[in-house]
């Protein structure tokens, strides 16, 4: 009956502040407890390159001045390491151009990728003089072969640029500044016959890349069409009526085999063509602009969809968001859509509007198709100037790219997003489901899926300090492991760990889709075989969170505790989830609070309790799902009363007697102490230290002012019998708060 009733009120609390929930994370874990392994080198910074080695069970770790071979099981065990320091020239001639020694005139590993033949291909900053190079791992060694070749337009000139690469086929395309000074941006192709964008702010207008992902279009396609590379990054837009300067996301694009224009367009990419990349956030003007993009496919290129993580340009906002793009919106946007073209308003203004005339034929920006050939225009060389002139002039498209559903898949308050990998999770029901993992600025990793349109975050991991932001994200399908990079550290972690569910309600609200509750082992696992009936003895809803199939569990045990009037009391209690609401009960009813009770996130404090506050007190959780409210009890108390009660008397007069007798012996070390700091004073003074002595003399003042909370201490200390520190300061006051059985805090220095 009552829990019934309490249920009906916490429905009503919890309703309301389902909106608010709906961004936090269902539970906050260390990287500890999601048995997770950390790697960091003493002395070497700037863990933000990575390529998986499945084949070799590696995990290459790019860094400042070196390369790491790392075990992909265990990253924490490094099996190689080469490093690529700069040499004194080069040092000297960066620091000479105004950078800064120390920290731009080093080399930083920025491109790493894996070749055909087992090689790497790797370039790095190298003190603002870009250079690439090839590396092997051979007979557990990783060796560079110091063929130092330009990286200029493969790799950044500056190290805290962002740039992008992919090597397909192998073929490198980079995009990144081709200068010193970063002014010059280019989408280079590095082939013998490099290919690269014009040098126009109409192509790249001060932009900042950020990835690059290869779509194998032309493989058994119908129209004998063309393999496409995309490039996702944030420029300042021409298309907008603005006095201050705008910048959106673009996704932009470029065929394969792009071979350039005969006369116009020399060498210079013909199928560079690009447009905005939308993610609507309500409430917000400026358009949000895009940190990362991770490419998902699921069968042929044209299961593939793009998510992104977004972040606000005003630093007004703290939204971030992730929204997810089909590649079949993309392609008809560039295959189909209108082109924007300048027009000139006033002397020196242009406006971007969309062009209405005619467009040539073969389309430009177009990949050279069956169509195109049949028409005789077999590579790009055989282009006419007519559609060359028209791309050159108007590389960006009219219509804007929407995500699936024209919504933003999460939008959160808090640190900002800032990379974003997915993986795929089969379900107990045969349903396949995409799992974000979502970087933050906080060096921490929301793990989130979508269940057609409700957004649940399953967990945010805490893999570095809250000041380390997340710099990559990797995933592993071979070992199901996440590998994330900060500047200072590297981090592992497994896509699920489903222990650490420790009851069949927490497995079962959690929604993870590798997890369920095995009913037969009592016990929260993996989801290893497919079971489309529900007739195992696994328990899981993703959809619904239905955990209604979960059994009854017993009562938890009471904890007996004796208390003393007029002390204070906090009866610990730890919610199992972020979405959970703690209630406390004291025989049978509801704890409200008062000065006497204080209703804690971890817990029920007792202030100067009365004779009154004896009891049973429970502890239950209580977690809403698909409208219904899931209790579950999470500690017992039974609370007596000390001193008045007989029988518990004898019980109790030792213990008082033995914190006297140890107060006694801290009282004397306090004076002891305090002794032995006038000695040092007098010590001081008569050294002669003169100009110390008002020092020392607030010193002394400060000691004397210790004295007081000193003593509390002692008799705090006491009940554990820990006279032994009795040279610690204020600190083992508070120390010695916390309980020793960690599920009771006394303050006993109300009792004497
Ligand atoms: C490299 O790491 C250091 C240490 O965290 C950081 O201060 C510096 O900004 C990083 N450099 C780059 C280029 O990211
Ligand atoms: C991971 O590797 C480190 C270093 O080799 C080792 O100390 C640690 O025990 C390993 N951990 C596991 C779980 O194997
Ligand atoms: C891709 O897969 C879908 C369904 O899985 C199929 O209908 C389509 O024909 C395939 N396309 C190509 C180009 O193979
Ligand atoms: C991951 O592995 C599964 C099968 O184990 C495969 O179907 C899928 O394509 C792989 N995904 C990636 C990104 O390699
Ligand atoms: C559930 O646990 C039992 C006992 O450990 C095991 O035999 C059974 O295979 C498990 N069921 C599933 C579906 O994993
Ligand atoms: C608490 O006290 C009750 C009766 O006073 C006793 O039955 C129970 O075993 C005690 N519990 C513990 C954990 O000591
Ligand atoms: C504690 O409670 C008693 C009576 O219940 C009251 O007389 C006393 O002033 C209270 N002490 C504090 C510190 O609030």
């Known amino acids: 009956m009552l829990p019934f009733l309490v249920l009906c009120l916490w429905s009503l609390v919890l309703l309301t502040a389902e909106q608010v929930l709906d961004s936090t994370a269902r539970k906050t874990i260390s990287l500890h407890g999601n048995s997770g392994h950390l790697f960091r080198e003493e002395g070497v910074w700037n863990y933000s390159t990575m390529l998986l080695r499945e084949d070799l069970g590696l995990l290459i770790l790019g860094a400042r001045e070196a390369v790491f071979a790392l075990d992909l099981s265990n990253i924490t065990h490094k099996k190689a390491m ?34 055909a033949d087992g090689r790497m291909y790797v370039c790095g900053t190298n003190a603002f003089s870009p250079s690439c190079d090839y590396m092997s791992y051979t007979d557990g060694r990783l060796t560079l072969e110091n063929i130092h070749e330009d ?32 002014s010059e941006p280019v989408v280079m192709r590095s082939s013998t ?65 792009d071979m350039g224009g005969q006369r116009t367009l020399q060498r210079k990419w013909t199928s560079f063509v690009k447009t905005r990349l939308d993610c609507p956030v309500p409430d917000t003007s ?37 929204c997810a793009y089909e590649i079949a919106d993309i392609r008809q946007v560039f295959s189909m859509g209108k082109f924007k073209t300048p027009v000139p308003v006033e002397t020196s203004f242009v406006k971007w509007v969309m062009y209405s005339g005619e467009v040539p034929f073969p389309r430009p920006g177009a990949c050279i198709n069956n169509e195109a050939r049949d028409k005789g225009f077999s590579r790009t060389l055989d282009l006419p100037d007519r559609t060359l002139q028209f791309i050159r ?88 492991q996440l590998y994330a990079g900060s500047e200072v550290a590297a981090a592992q972690m497994p896509l699920s760990s489903c222990g650490h569910y420790s009851s069949c309600l927490d497995c079962v609200l959690a929604r993870d889709p590798y997890c369920g509750w095995n009913l037969t082992a009592n016990h929260c696992t993996a989801i290893s075989s497919i079971d489309p009936d529900g007739h195992s003895d696994v328990i899981q809803s993703l959809r619904d969170g239905d955990a209604t199939r979960c059994p009854s569990v017993e009562s938890v045990k009471a904890v007996n505790i004796t208390f003393h009037p007029g002390s204070t009391i906090k009866l610990l209690c730890e919610p199992g989830s972020n979405l959970a609401r703690m209630q406390w009960h004291v025989d049978q009813r509801p704890v409200i609070s008062s000065d006497t009770f204080q209703i804690l996130r971890d817990g029920l404090l007792i202030i ?46 030792p213990q008082v007697q033995k914190q006297q007798h140890t107060m006694v012996v801290l009282q004397v070390m306090v004076v002891l102490l305090s002794i032995m700091l006038v000695a040092l004073v007098m010590w001081n003074i008569y050294k002669g230290h003169f100009g110390f002595f008002p020092q020392c003399f607030s010193q002394g003042q400060g000691a004397q002012g210790a004295q007081e909370p000193l003593q509390v201490s002692c008799e705090n200390t006491s009940r554990e019998g820990n006279t032994s520190n009795n040279n610690h300061n204020r600190r083992a006051e508070f120390h010695s708060a916390q309980g020793k059985d960690s599920k009771i805090q006394q303050n006993t220095d109300q009792i004497l």
């Open 393 to 480: 002039d108007r590389p960006l498209m009219d219509q804007a790219v929407q995500p699936i559903s024209d919504v933003a898949l999460l939008v959160r308050r808090g640190p900002a997003f800032t990379r974003i990998v997915v993986a795929s999770a089969t379900a107990l029901d045969g349903s396949s489901h995409q799992v974000m993992f979502i970087g933050t600025a906080s060096g921490s990793v929301l793990k989130v899926v979508n269940y057609d349109g409700d957004t649940v975050i399953i967990e945010e991991v805490q893999l570095f300090k809250l000041s380390e932001p997340v710099k990559i994200l990797r995933l592993s399908n071979a070992t199901s």
């Open 82 to 115: 080469v490093k690529w320091q700069v040499t004194q020239d080069m040092q000297d001639k960066c620091s000479h151009k105004g950078k800064d020694l120390e920290i731009e005139c080093q080399n930083y590993i920025r491109v790493l990728h894996k070749m």
């Open 193 to 257: 016959e490099s290919i690269r964008t014009d040098f126009k702010t109409s192509w790249l207008n001060e932009p900042n890349f950020v990835g690059m992902e290869h779509v194998a279009e032309g493989q058994q396609s119908p129209e004998g069409d063309d393999d496409k590379i995309y490039l996702f990054f944030s420029e300042t837009a021409v298309e907008y009526d603005s006095y201050s300067k705008v910048e959106v996301s673009r996704v932009a694009r470029v065929c394969k085999n």
């Open 151 to 182: 990286g200029k337009g493969k790799c950044p000139f500056d190290p805290f640029q962002r740039y992008a690469s992919a090597l397909v086929d192998g073929v490198l395309y980079s995009a990144t500044s081709i200068n010193f000074l970063g």
């Open 608 to 653: 100067n309790a009365s004779t009154e506050a004896s009891g049973l007190y429970t502890c239950s959780s209580v977690e809403s799902s698909n409208s219904r409210d899931y209790v579950s009890q999470n500690a017992v108390y039974e609370l007596r009363l000390g001193a008045s009660q007989s029988g518990e008397t004898s019980l109790l007069l």
């Open 286 to 322: 400026l358009p949000f602009l895009i940190q990362d993009v991770f490419r998902f496919c699921s069968g042929n290129w044209t299961s593939c969809v793009f998510y992104a993580v977004f972040t606000p340009q005003a630093h007004t906002s703290q939204y971030s968001a992730v």
